[in-house]
């Protein structure tokens, strides 16, 4: 199995390689007198493939065992924070800020608080104190607009 | 600058200047204070708020904000023994024993003073120093811009954790994600996708928060939060520090005052690398070197002085030439241009007043934070026991509602996600951040100058016959190669010994 170096290796090669035939399509050609748009893309993907490959030999010569980044349950923390995150922002854009926020507060607040004493009433305040706080802040005092969603 | 004394007084003392500079030196301290949270953190958060306010204002926020957080990151490292950032990690060396010897309250108030000093005079020596480099910058060609933009870049990969590869592959991620938009002379469409929230190029504000902020506190919560340490307020007794002390330590605070002023002035470097500078060479010069890591008045100061040092050091460079001391200052340039301030030589000549301001802002911060650390140190341990599970959906809230507030687009909330996962990945990869968010905001100024000199010359070679430039370019490939070369010497010596 391959180590997490070297996935990351392989992986920034992958992203030269990607870049790199973008780069070439470039209208503007590349000379000696003038290097044009391509230059610093072009610079871009060779570092990243020149270190995708340092970074994948270091790896494999390196000996010893790997710590784990997050681990099963980590992933499925972070794929579960993903997706509220992604329901907040369908949440901004239908229900608006002010709906969906304090529903977002609640929620991340709970899964962070998890084992650990936080009491429901004190998330449900915490979550709407904040709510009006960041609104009265961005909207009231600087002038900026917030979404309002596209329901109400 | 004298002469624009009349305008900084003007808005050093409004009411609404004056409540933004203590509130940003507050939350500053906050941000500081709380391990995993940074002052540069701060002012990526609050970067979006400002770009509806004046200039003025704007810049006081900001430049309170880095200031708080830049004196702040001591407490974590004398209560916990965790440095709220990279700045204050030879602070930990000497003052979390000092703590659990019962002596916190002296070990903070070292911090306290220290990071007054240190940030004081650093822009008082700014302010003066800085016209002076950019009326010698007007030499400057872009041969020089583009090699200086070089070296600030491989600097920060030299001093980054992790091996070399690491550093330069986060730099190429950054100066890819320049990249993105038309491209500056040319103006060719360059991954774009034909998306048209792309033809402007990446946010900056979108593509930091995502990668510095949210990933985070994503990474954060997968791998469970750790719970901090207690804190004995106990030993909070009183300050506990005379005349007499800060007397006696004058060399010392001399010493390390030069180291971070300097570190802070070359381009890429900053507090993180003049901590760790200072405490050795504070510890090498002194009588007593093994008193030090035990607990050693000597040890805090130098950290604590020569990391608030670089704030005014790192200003130099970035109002002179318009090149960043360090990555919060990269941020800064960014912001100034969101109102219309290109920063560089020109910069003295055009708003002047603006620039002097900075700095007097940073000085007075410097006094406010002293205040507000001297008032609230018994409340140093109660910002510590902040529960991740309120601060972080705050954070989260205010990361994605300033994306919105970027251009008012949901899209943009969207992108933020996109790069909270890049964020995640390149801590999977141990990837560092800082080359990244150098690369990608100095890589426009970067590709701006070298068309520039292409243009003028038609050749490379001038980068290196111009003597300024050709130095520059090869500090930049030696700091490419330093680990390399280090490690050539100390193969040869250890093969000479053996002989």
Redesign the interface.
């Known amino acids: 199995m391959l180590k997490r170096d070297q996935i990351i290796g392989l992986g920034l090669i992958v992203l030269g390689v990607i870049f790199g035939i973008m780069t070439s399509r470039f209208p503007v050609a590349f000379t000696p007198e003038y290097p044009g748009p391509k230059a610093v893309p072009g610079l871009a993907v060779i570092g990243l493939i020149v270190c995708g490959l340092g970074i994948f030999i270091e790896s494999t010569r390196k000996q010893g065992e790997e710590k784990a980044f997050f681990g099963k349950e980590g992933w499925k923390k972070v794929i579960i924070s993903f997706v509220v995150l992604i329901l907040y922002i369908l949440g901004m854009k239908y229900l608006g800020y002010m709906i969906s926020t304090p529903i977002l507060l609640y929620v991340v607040a709970t899964m962070f608080a998890k084992g650990q004493t936080a009491r429901v009433w004190a998330k449900i305040l915490y979550s709407i104190i904040l709510t009006v706080l960041v609104y009265l802040v961005y909207v009231q005092l600087f002038g900026l607009a917030l979404p309002r969603g596209v329901i109400f | 600058m004298i002469a624009n004394f009349h305008f900084i007084a003007s808005q050093l003392i409004m009411p609404l200047n004056i409540l933004l500079l203590v509130i940003g030196n507050a939350i500053g301290i906050i941000f500081g204070a709380i391990p995993g949270l940074s002052g540069t953190l701060a002012v990526i958060l609050f970067m979006?708020?400002t770009?509806?306010?004046e200039t003025g204002p704007a810049i006081i926020l900001l430049i309170s904000l880095w200031v708080g957080g830049c004196s702040g990151a001591f407490i974590g490292s004398t209560l916990l023994g965790i440095p709220g950032s990279p700045s204050a990690v030879a602070t930990c060396f000497d003052a979390y024993p000092m703590t659990k010897a019962g002596k916190a309250g002296k070990a903070l108030a070292i911090g306290m003073i220290a990071s007054f000093i240190g940030t004081f005079f650093s822009a008082i020596f700014g302010a003066l120093l800085s016209k002076i480099v950019a009326d010698l910058a007007f030499k400057l060609g872009p041969w020089e811009y583009f090699s200086l933009c070089m070296v600030a870049i491989t600097m920060v990969i030299a001093i980054s954790k992790g091996?070399?590869?690491?550093g330069?592959?986060s730099?190429?991620?950054g100066?890819?994600f320049?990249?993105v938009g038309f491209?500056p002379i040319?103006a060719?469409q360059?991954?774009t996708f034909g998306n048209v929230y792309l033809y402007g190029g990446l946010s900056m504000i979108v593509v930091l928060i995502g990668i510095f902020g949210l990933s985070k506190i994503?990474?954060e919560?997968?791998?469970?939060?750790s719970p901090l340490p207690a804190v004995d307020t106990k030993s909070i007794k009183g300050l506990g520090i005379s005349l007499r002390e800060i007397r006696e330590s004058w060399k010392n605070i001399l010493r390390s005052f030069g180291i971070g002023l300097g570190i802070g002035f070359l381009p890429g470097m900053g507090a993180g690398l003049s901590n760790l500078v200072a405490y050795s060479s504070c510890k090498n010069a002194s009588k007593t070197p093994e008193k030090f890591g035990t607990g050693h008045p000597e040890g805090i100061w130098a950290s604590e002085i020569s990391n608030n040092a670089a704030v005014g050091g790192s200003m130099i460079p970035m109002a002179a030439l318009g090149i960043p001391g360090d990555s919060t200052t990269a941020l800064l340039i960014g912001a100034l241009t969101v109102h219309g301030l290109e920063m560089g030589p020109m910069v003295f000549k055009n708003s002047g007043d603006v620039v002097y301001m900075m700095f007097a802002t940073v000085a007075v911060s410097a006094i406010v934070v002293l205040a507000l650390q001297a008032m609230g140190v018994r409340t140093f341990p109660k910002i510590l026991k902040i529960?991740?599970?309120?601060m972080?959906?705050?954070l989260?809230?205010?990361s994605?509602?300033s994306a919105?507030?970027d251009s008012?687009s949901?899209y943009k909330?969207?992108m933020m996600?996109v790069f909270?996962?890049v964020g995640?990945?390149m801590?999977?990869?141990?990837?560092p951040v800082a080359p990244l968010i150098l690369a990608f905001i100095l890589?426009p100024t970067?590709?701006n100058n070298?068309?520039k000199a292409?243009?003028y010359t038609?050749?490379?070679t001038t980068f290196f016959t111009r003597p300024i430039s050709g130095i520059l370019l090869i500090l930049a490939i030696g700091s490419i190669f330093s680990p390399l070369l280090r490690m050539l010497v100390k193969k040869i010596k250890t093969s000479r010994q053996e002989i």
């Open positions: 979006p708020l770009y509806s306010m091996n070399m590869f690491k330069l592959a730099a190429s991620i100066l890819l320049a990249s491209s040319d060719v360059r991954f994503m990474v919560y997968g791998q469970g939060f529960p991740y599970h309120y972080y959906p705050a989260i809230v205010i994605l509602v919105y507030i008012n949901i909330c969207g996600l909270a996962l995640i990945l801590s999977l990869g141990n990837l890589g970067l590709e070298m068309l292409f243009q038609g050749t490379f």
